[in-house]
T-cell receptor, first 111, second 112 residues
């Protein structure tokens, strides 16, 4: 119930391409779905988040797509850049549950 | 920018010693998490506080770990006695319920 399953574990994308990372959850009580970006030696940093009342949220090159019926959400990075190379974590949370993280996806954007 | 401050940034200690990690949450945040990050396990929740009260510490080995919030400006995580398998990066995060949580820079613990 508390798990968030994230895929793929690692991803290599050409510069300018689209990076897609997927997550699935079980607990329908979750009401907040953030994505975090982590660079080596740093703490995770909030990138973008969505609530289940909308199906998509876009901030710059980053878009979250949310499918409530399938209990899935995904991060799309458009026009991927080498500076986007990092580890990305999806997470889920509600007022009564802790912030639960996926296992992470290591993204490498190559020129 | 408001930030979560963790001290120390690095700690090397001998097996059996007590380790105390400290976290200063962002002023006004009512929720504090402690996570441990390793390559194998990813981000594991250790403890979770709301308004300084512990809500969930089921992920924490109770025989050696303890977490407290003596006041709203300080959260502590103690390990006594420490073991080599405790070597990891420990993160504190603070925020408001169901809003963005801000992570500190972490404490990298090495137990030899």
């Amino acid at each position: 119930q508390q798990q968030v399953k994230q895929s793929p574990q690692s991803l290599i994308v050409q510069k300018g391409g689209i990076s897609i990372i997927n997550c699935a959850y079980e607990n329908t009580a979750f009401d907040y779905f953030p994505w975090y970006q982590q660079f080596p030696g740093k703490g995770p940093a909030l990138l973008i988040a969505i609530r289940p009342d909308v199906s998509e949220k876009k901030e710059g090159r980053f878009t979250i797509s949310f499918n409530k019926s399938a209990k899935q959400f995904s991060l799309h990075i458009m026009d991927s850049q080498p500076g986007d190379s990092a580890t990305y974590f999806c997470a889920a949370h509600s007022g009564n549950t802790p912030l639960v993280f996926g296992k992470g996806t290591r993204l490498s954007v190559i020129a | 920018d408001a930030r979560v401050t963790q001290t120390p940034r690095h700690k090397v200690t001998e097996m059996g010693q007590e380790v105390t990690m400290r976290c200063q949450p962002i002023l006004g945040h009512n929720t504090v998490f402690w996570y441990r990050q390793t390559m194998m396990q990813g981000l594991e929740l250790l403890a979770y506080f709301r308004n300084r009260a512990p809500l969930d510490d089921s992920g924490m080995p109770k025989d050696r770990f303890s977490a407290e919030m003596p006041d709203a400006t300080l959260a502590t995580l103690k390990i006594q006695p420490s073991e080599p398998r405790d070597s990891a990066v420990y993160f504190c995060a603070s925020g408001l319920v169901s809003y963005g949580y801000t992570f500190g820079s972490g404490t990298r613990l090495t137990v030899v």
